[in-house]
């Protein structure tokens, strides 16, 4: 059977895929952040899963205002990286698992979270910089990557209860899956940000910790936090926060498994508008 | 009945949510356009004329041609769209950010060093600082 074995969140903020495309990584500005990052790509290695289920939001790339899906999965057997307006990124091609895919699509639907299924997609910084930050400039990806679109830029965008409980029917999917995949679910965007308006700028460490504490300890009670909390404390662009839940939803002990081990914990302001999160967490 | 719009009384901030989003429709189209490097280059040798494609409102084209990015938030633009005028324009998300706030961008970048805007006194219309 498949299983999840880890989770991995990040903000996914353009301009660091834009340092580190353009060799300005090693840079001051630039280098604690890649620091914080160097634990997590030597642990990728190690632990390199067969397929990465991640979870992202379109920044009105393959999702113009024609469609705007809640939750839509990508089904294809590869997306390509997209021209966001300053060329597409020099990054690999995404390969998908179409066959994973299809089967958590039915799985999801059937245990009622209405997917929108893609067949066709390029795919934005908000999947490629995660993929950056974790992998380097690899040749190729290290394994297929399931990528699972979000809408949060039309609100009102899912609950973050919705998207706890749609972690826990993703793991449910993957579960029953015959063959014996190692599967990693990646949560991304945030933290607090706010890119638009004279409040642009706004940052909110006290919010970003304390999140990432209850998302570690008490992700029931954080799934209940309710949007205008992120959009007040966080930035108005913070509320892709509720995209974690979906990664920690997955996670065993929510389903009644051990709790997972924080293999990894990294905070850091600013990434050009943005404060930068991440964490590692596997289950036991 | 009215709808649960609790975020109103966010200081400098516009949430774009469906009624947002409808009127601003055409705007945000028109931003996205800006995807295709040959859009690109008719929008720039001729912009009024390409604007004139559309059926946006008078307002959001004058608000596109003066780069007032707070205007066209106001009449339904969202940032992410709008980001494909500054990609056109050679700006970087900073710049186009920053320049919403009254700030240079000097200004901007160096208060973003120096870990951002304070939540303190940003929470509510009204709040004291």
Redesign the interface.
Known sequence: MAHITASVYTSHV??IGAALDLGKSAEP?WQPVFKGYEFSKQWLRDHRPDVIFLVFND???AF???M?PTFAIGTAAEFTPA????GPRPVPKVIGHPKLAAHIAQSVIQDDFDLTIVNKMDVDHGLTVPLSLMCGQPQAWPCPIIPFAVNV????VPSGRRCYMLGKAIRKAVESYDEPLNVQIWGTGGM?H??????????????DQAFLDRLIGDPEGLAAM???DY???A???GIELVMWLIARGAMDDVSGGKKPTVRHRFYH??A??T?VGHLILENN | MSLDKPYMDVPGTTIFDADMSRQGYHLNQFCMSLMKAENRARFKADERAYLDEWPMSEEQKKAVLARDLNRCIELGGNIYFLAKIGATDGKSFQQMAGSMTGMTDEQYRDMMVKGGRSIEGNRYVGEKK
């Open positions: 353009p301009a500005y920044h009105a790339t113009s205002l024609d705007i021209d966001e307006g300053w830029v039309q609100y009102p607090s706010q890119l638009q308006g004279p409040r642009a700028g706004l940052i909110n460490k006290e919010f309710p949007h205008i959009v007040r404390e930035g108005s662009e302001v600013p050009s508008n404060a």
